[in-house]
């Protein structure tokens, strides 16, 4: 499967804590990441 443009970076902020479930939701609002993403990153459903 490809990954958004950006799903590498999102990925990355949130394994090393910097980021939390809602700087990540709104990577999906802005357009980074796809729902499908989030949950992948996340484990939890968008």
């Known amino acids: 499967m490809e990954h958004s443009k950006n ?9 090393r804590k910097l980021w939390d479930l809602t700087r990540v939701r709104n990577a999906v609002v802005k357009g ?3 729902e499908e993403e989030f949950a992948e990153i996340t484990g939890a459903a968008y």
């Open 7 to 15: 799903y590498d970076k999102v990925k990355g902020f949130y394994n």
């Open 32 to 34: 980074w990441i796809t």
